[in-house]
C-alpha cells in the first residue's frame, strides 16, 4: 500500500495489473518487514530523510489513495486483490485471428 501510495502522489493514474497487485501484497504480508530490517542491519539508518518527505507528500492525498474508486468498470486498489474469476485475460500476442494485421485494416 505505501508503494501505491506513493506512485499515486506523483502520478495521476495507477491501477497495477492483476499479478503485479497479487505480488505487492503477497511481499507486503510476508517478505517486507524481513527484507527493511536486513537493509537496516546491514547498511545502518538512512541518512536521508525519505520517510520524513514521503509523509509529508502523502498526508495531504492518503485518505483519498485509501479510497476503492472505480473507474471505466476497474476497480483500482482498494486494498484486496480481485478474485482470479473476475479478472479478465488479455488476448494473447500471435493469436490466430489477429496475427499478421491490424484491426479495420487490410494489411
Request: proline share 7%; hydrophobic share 25%.
Amino acid at each position: 500500500r505505501e508503494c501505491l501510495a506513493a506512485a499515486k502522489v506523483v502520478r495521476s493514474y495507477v491501477s497495477p495489473n492483476f499479478g503485479f497487485q497479487k505480488q505487492l501484497q503477497e511481499y507486503e504480508a510476508t517478505l517486507l518487514q524481513e527484507y527493511r530490517t536486513w537493509v537496516q542491519m546491514e547498511y545502518g539508518k538512512n541518512p536521508l530523510p525519505d520517510q520524513e518527505e514521503l509523509q509529508r507528500l502523502l498526508s495531504p492525498r492518503e485518505e483519498k489513495v485509501n479510497e476503492p474508486q472505480i473507474e471505466l468498470g476497474e476497480t483500482k486498489w482498494n486494498g484486496a486483490a480481485p478474485r482470479p474469476a473476475d479478472h479478465q485475460p488479455h488476448t494473447r500476442y500471435g493469436d490466430s485471428s489477429t496475427s499478421g494485421h491490424h484491426q479495420g485494416t487490410n494489411r
